[in-house]
T-cell receptor
Framework: KQEVTQIPAALSVPEGENLVLNCSFT??????LQWFRQDPGKGLTSLLL?????REQTSGRLNASLDKSSGRSTLYIAASQPGDSATYLC?????????????FGAGTQVVVTP | ETGVTQTPRHLVMGMTNKKSLKCEQH?????MYWYKQSAKKPLELMFV???????ENNSVPSRFSPECPNSSHLFLHLHTLQPEDSALYLC???????????FGPGTRLTVT
């Protein structure tokens, strides 16, 4: 049974610092991994999708890496801004899945202080 | 409207009420999903529809009844809910079941 863990559960950094968010999974047979952002009481915004064959994906200040063999993904946010304050979720889809089920971690709540 | 929309955004209902949540996607996608997000718990998948056909029911109680009349619309019919069903209900869609999922803003449901 796949377990997705995100540590730490909460993180506070001053503006300008780089953010490093971790996601680990117990079963390496993943099809892809997706990072999301969720603002309080709102839906999810997709940030990056990494296929199992990829090592990293980049979009602007965001960079996500994937090490499938060790069961880890890391989301880096460069030069953090107060607007980056949100909860960040990672989710994996298994290769054995035929109907698009994403399995989510509990998230990391980020606060960027001015 | 663009993306994935959900109505209502907030809903308060009694345990004996019947209500429905609506989701509409404007992305031309073929797959649609219902998720439940409870406080302090990870997001849980409830139902998946692909080309209007339900492909998975993730052991959801029968008091939740989904309906997908076409590829753009998805409903979640609710009846005789319990207080523990209070949660944020999120709808998502994707081009097909293997592709990136796009989420709506959610419906905040409170069962009294």
């Amino acid at each position: 049974k796949q377990e997705v863990t995100q540590i730490p559960a909460a993180l506070s950094v001053p503006e300008g610092e780089n953010l490093v968010l971790n996601c680990s999974f117990t079963d390496s047979a993943i099809y892809n991994l997706q990072w999301f952002r969720q603002d309080p009481g709102k839906g999810l915004t997709s940030l990056l999708l990494i296929q199992s064959s990829q090592r990293e994906q980049t979009s602007g200040r965001l960079n996500a890496s994937l090490d499938k063999s060790s069961g880890r993904s890391t989301l880096y946010i460069a030069a953090s801004q107060p607007g980056d304050s949100a909860t960040y979720l990672c989710a994996v889809r298994m290769t054995t899945d035929s109907w698009g089920k994403l399995q989510f971690g509990a998230g990391t709540q980020v606060v960027v202080t001015p | 409207e663009t993306g994935v929309t959900q109505t209502p955004r907030h809903l308060v209902m009694g345990m004996t009420n019947k209500k429905s949540l609506k989701c509409e996607q404007h992305l031309g996608h073929n797959a649609m999903y219902w998720y439940k997000q409870s406080a302090k718990k990870p997001l849980e998948l409830m139902f998946v529809y692909n080309f209007k056909e339900q492909t998975e029911n993730n052991s959801v109680p029968s008091r939740f009844s989904p309906e997908c009349p076409n590829s753009s619309h998805l409903f979640l019919h609710l009846h005789t809910l319990q207080p523990e069903d209070s949660a944020l209900y999120l709808c998502a869609s994707s081009q097909d079941r293997g592709r990136e999922q796009y989420f709506g803003p959610g419906t905040r449901l409170t069962v009294t």
